[in-house]
């Protein structure tokens, strides 16, 4: 079952408190619904969803980063790999925007039989470029294990781009450094997400 919806609003801006009682508005976009999904061919649709809406919203100007601030996503991550490994998981990411870090983890994956895979993907030592290129230039390293140690991503270095206005982020990294046991192989990981809250 897929519980999602690909709305992509901004929620970076925070609203001056003042007094008295604020009552809530019933129309408020409060961001999409947190993402789950049951099967691999699931996480793949919502995958390609998330994906064709960033793309559509252009690469940003990373001169239009924020200063300062924190932006939270969701979206997917799918590892494939001729070792054996073919899954797609739940992915959240972070961005502070005031020390220009990105960093995230992906868990609750699922192979393409269907079958549960224990096992987490995490991103650390994220970072962009204000200065760069169309989208930012996210660059950042990923490491994971699956199946106990039976499959394992060894630190590699991966790269990404911001979509929009800060609203959706995809990063890819192809033939990642990795270990099926003790033998040596490569991944491929495409990570989509789009921005969920403050």
């Keep these: 079952m897929i519980k999602h919806s690909c709305s992509a609003a901004l929620f970076l801006a925070l609203a001056a408190c003042g007094g008295g009682t604020a009552t809530p508005d019933p129309d408020a976009d409060t961001g999409p619904d947190p993402i789950t999904f ?3 061919a699931d996480g793949q649709a919502i995958a390609s969803e998330i994906e064709d809406a960033n793309i559509a919203l252009g690469l940003m100007n990373p001169a239009d980063l924020l200063p300062n601030g924190t932006a939270r996503y ?4 799918e590892i494939s790999s001729t070792a054996g490994l073919n899954a797609v998981g739940v992915a ?3 961005v ?33 470029d204000r200065t760069g290129s169309a989208g930012g230039d996210i660059t950042a390293t990923v490491t994971g294990n699956f199946d106990g140690l039976t499959y394992i991503i060894v630190p590699s270095n991966i790269s990404g781009v911001f979509y929009g206005d800060a609203e959706g982020i995809i990063i890819i990294g192809d ?3 990795g270990l099926v046991g003790d033998e040596a192989t490569t991944y491929d990981i495409s990570i989509v997400t789009e921005l969920t809250e403050e």
């Design 175 to 177: 033939d990642v450094a």
């Design 38 to 40: 049951q099967t691999f």
């Design 96 to 128: 502070e925007f005031d020390s220009e870090t990105v960093f995230g983890t992906a868990t609750d994956f699922v192979d393409d039989t269907d079958a549960p895979v224990e096992g987490a993907l995490a991103m650390t030592e994220g970072s962009f």
């Design 74 to 77: 969701q979206g997917t991550a």
């Design 92 to 94: 959240g990411l972070t």
